[in-house]
């Protein structure tokens, strides 16, 4: 359905959100040797900040008077010399690994370092008074694991460590610094915990927490861990969310049926309160009553007593994208610590540290930048990351982001979609949009973005003709190049050579044809009902509706092998039945081109590429966007957005999926071919076991490239014609109407639809 029209529906939209890295912020007590020195040239404190002082109540009460910036008068710096690994802060103490939280050699030289953000000093927990303590309990060890930090009670450090013999079998410590007498301890787990499959890989320790009365809190893969003041320790498999102290307690996050609750537990891990509006399982740091959150955007501030959150400030207004955050740490009343992944220094490090400062709103000076809004149903780390990135670049333009689908807010994607809608009718639309989660050909229809082809001509940098044909046809679409997408997917059906046949391509009759021709068979055993209408309408509308003149023809041959095909298919798939009946077909999925070996391991090397059934037959694969920027048409800032859209296509951000630039997909495909065969690090799970991904082979990459060269963008099955249908369907195969009697009600509806529409 290329270049057709859509007239109407919303779409209802499925995205998962992970919440990743829920990190904590406690700790514990500590005896042995330290070392202390002065840094060079940073003796001196700063008393004042462009933003005063204020009191916490006061900020809370008025925060729409205050902002937050980046702190750019050195208050809080951090010395040059200080290579920041892993890090966290306890009080105005930065605490941190120079080896990072990694495997150590016994015997290595190495520290944990503690610097006051403060005094301007730095102590140095050196390893060797570390082995002192392991080798009186242990007599001798041969490597040193790190694994996390947190706060004591008493403000000091707590530090989680295992080592292991030559054998790699494990002993867990928790070790106690204590800041104001040096004094260093360690306690020996009776369980050790947590259990590391692969010495090699991180470790298997999500959150470290320490309550007030002597009881440590460690959540691994496997639950809860509470450890008793003797080190005796006791597992909770059901405890599974974020793990954290706060307000003299120990409280964890996890999901439930209706949302984020947050639960206040005892020594023996019982529920003792339960706080509900809380707006994820991230949590990263908390003061005066109030919860840090990562939120979508940005931080997010729950309110303990009122059980509801605010946005403080979004995360590309201080450049820093969400994904790579860490924690976030209040240093005093008006400025915040944020411990990020920077995964582009140059210096290798791993870890990278922003100061914000706030001040109030009349002090900060006015950014003369033109501004450009993005809006999108969800943030997206590579949009995040291209937005940071744009606004360091130049100092001409500024780009920030408008996401309608916040679930930290509890919005439905009707009512996101709506709003965004409404938006792009009042006036108050973005200057452009990220088409993930759109309805491009609804927005199409309505004018509603503009044709990117005319600004590829008129750009002396850029040329239309270095991007893959088939993805600049699938997003042109009644002529109008809707947009570009930075990275792809490609999502299709493989089909048994025997049952379908070994060409690509088909129609809906030919599928009916096939399970007609093979008894007992399915088109597939994942395929409910309603699913299976979106899937065969996504290429095959045009058999049905003809949407430019505004009619329907439901009387057909076609849609009555349609209901053949519906009518073999479950309500609800049940999966503990998958495998009782032959599949005709099995859904693929391919980021890259090694995507496509788990399919030939699973299911042998005489399956073949079948496609989507459309209207005519053709082979037809469906291109999944990950990120696709288009132009607003009524935006007044037209041409910023154009230089946005262009930086992001030629910024290498992407990850392993399939890139729109004909020269980036080469270079993918020689990667390849360099290597073609040889196993890779990274494997894959299927019913016959665990397997190595493989450098792809020349035949591999040839069916990937061709299916490339074949995708096409999905018409969006218009949600109310997919209920008419359901509806009446539902009664023929209940036996309340008969087959024609349904067909004729659904022609009736359908039509009296579109002519509403009209």
């Known amino acids: 359905m290329k270049g057709c029209k859509k007239t109407s529906g919303i779409l209802r939209y499925i995205a998962a959100w992970l919440c990743l890295f829920a990190f904590t912020l406690t700790g514990c007590n500590a005896k042995e040797s330290v070392n202390e020195t002065t840094t060079d040239g940073q003796t001196e404190i700063n008393e004042t900040s462009s933003g005063d002082t204020i009191e916490d109540s006061t900020y809370w009460e008025n925060a729409d008077l205050y902002t937050w910036k980046p702190e750019t008068e050195g208050k809080w710096g951090l010395p040059e010399d200080i290579d920041v690994d892993d890090a966290v802060f306890i009080g105005d103490r930065l605490?941190?690994?120079?080896?990072?939280?990694?495997?150590?050699?016994?015997?290595?030289?190495?520290?944990?370092?503690?610097?006051s953000l403060l005094d301007k000093k730095s102590v140095e927990l050196e390893f060797s008074a570390i082995e002192k303590l392991i080798n009186d309990e242990l007599g001798s060890y041969s490597y040193l694991y790190i694994d996390k930090f947190c706060e004591a009670p008493n403000g000091g450090l707590c530090v989680l460590a295992e080592v292991s013999d030559v054998n790699n079998n494990y002993t867990s410590f928790i070790l106690t610094y204590n800041f104001e007498n040096a004094e260093l301890e360690a306690m020996r787990l009776s369980t050790d915990m947590p259990e590391r499959n692969n010495p090699m890989q991180p470790s298997p320790a999500q959150e470290f927490a320490a309550a007030p009365d002597g009881h440590y809190y460690v959540r691994d893969y496997n639950g809860l861990n509470i450890v008793d003041t003797d080190g005796s320790v006791t597992q909770l498999s059901e405890v599974n969310g974020c793990v954290f102290s706060y307000d003299s307690s120990i409280w964890y996050v996890t999901y439930y049926v209706d949302g984020y609750g947050l639960f206040r537990i005892d020594e023996k891990?019982?529920?003792t309160e339960r706080k509900s509006g809380f707006p994820s399982g991230d949590v990263l740091g908390s003061v005066d009553g109030r919860i840090f959150v990562r939120g979508m955007d940005g931080i997010l501030v729950y309110d303990v007593e009122k059980e509801t959150a605010d946005t403080l400030f979004m995360w590309t207004d201080i450049d820093i994208v969400s994904n790579d955050v860490v924690q976030v740490y209040l240093v005093d009343n008006s400025c915040m610590a944020i411990i990020y992944n920077d995964r582009n220094d140059e210096t290798g490090r791993t870890c990278g540290i922003e100061f914000v400062e706030r001040v109030s709103k009349e002090s900060v000076t006015a950014d003369n930048r033109e501004e450009i809004v993005i809006g999108c149903m969800y943030t997206s780390g590579l949009l995040e990351r291209n937005v940071v990135e744009f606004n360091k670049s130049q100092q001409k333009y500024h780009v920030s982001i408008r996401t309608y689908n916040d679930r930290s807010n509890e919005v439905t994607t009707d009512e996101a979609i709506t709003k965004l809608y409404l938006d792009l009718a009042s006036g108050n639309a973005p200057d452009m949009l990220n088409l993930q989660y759109l309805d491009i050909y609804n927005l199409v229809d309505k004018n509603a973005i503009e044709d990117l082809r005319p600004y590829f001509d008129g750009d002396t940098e850029t040329d239309i003709q270095d991007y893959v044909d088939s993805v600049v046809e699938a997003f042109t679409i009644d002529g109008v190049l809707t947009a570009v997408p930075l990275e792809y997917y490609i999502y299709s059906y493989f089909g048994n050579a025997d049952m379908v046949g070994r060409s690509a391509g088909w129609t809906i009759e030919d599928v009916d044809a096939c399970l007609i021709n093979n008894p007992g068979s399915v088109v597939s055993s994942y395929w409910s009902k309603e699913y299976a209408l979106g899937r065969i309408l996504a290429y095959s509308v045009d058999a049905f509706i003809d949407s430019d003149n505004g009619i329907c023809d439901f009387t057909t041959d076609t849609f009555d092998a349609l209901l053949d095909i519906i009518g073999q298919l479950p309500d609800e798939v049940n999966y503990s039945m998958i495998g009782e009946n032959t599949s005709l077909i099995t859904d693929?999925?391919?980021?890259?081109?090694?995507s496509i070996q788990q399919y030939y391991v699973q299911y042998g090397d005489d399956i073949v590429v079948k496609g989507y059934p459309t209207?005519?037959?053709?082979?037809?694969?469906?291109?999944?966007?990950?990120?696709?920027?288009?132009?607003?048409?009524?935006?007044?800032?037209?041409?910023a957005a154009w230089e946005f859209i262009k930086f992001s296509l030629e910024n290498d951000n992407s990850d392993s999926s399939f890139s729109p630039n004909k020269n980036k997909l080469q270079e993918m495909v020689d990667a390849e071919l360099s290597h073609a065969g040889e196993e890779k690090l990274s494997t894959f799970f299927t019913e016959q076991g665990q397997f190595n991904y493989h450098y792809a082979t020349q035949e591999e990459i040839d069916t990937v490239m061709h299916m490339i060269e074949n995708v096409e963008l999905s018409v969006p099955a218009d949600s109310e014609i997919i209920t008419i249908i359901e509806e009446e369907i539902e009664s023929y195969f209940a036996g309340s109407k008969t087959k024609d009697a349904a067909v004729a009600i659904i022609q009736d509806r359908v039509q009296l639809y579109l002519d509403e529409l009209e």
């Open 588 to 594: 693929i999925s391919l980021q890259n081109f090694e």
């Open 95 to 115: 605490c941190y690994s120079e080896k990072g939280f990694a495997k150590l050699d016994a015997g290595e030289s190495g520290a944990i370092l503690v610097y």
């Open 269 to 271: 891990g019982s529920v």
């Open 615 to 639: 209207a005519d037959g053709r082979e037809c694969h469906n291109i999944g966007i990950k990120d696709a920027y288009s132009i607003v048409s009524t935006s007044k800032c037209k041409d």
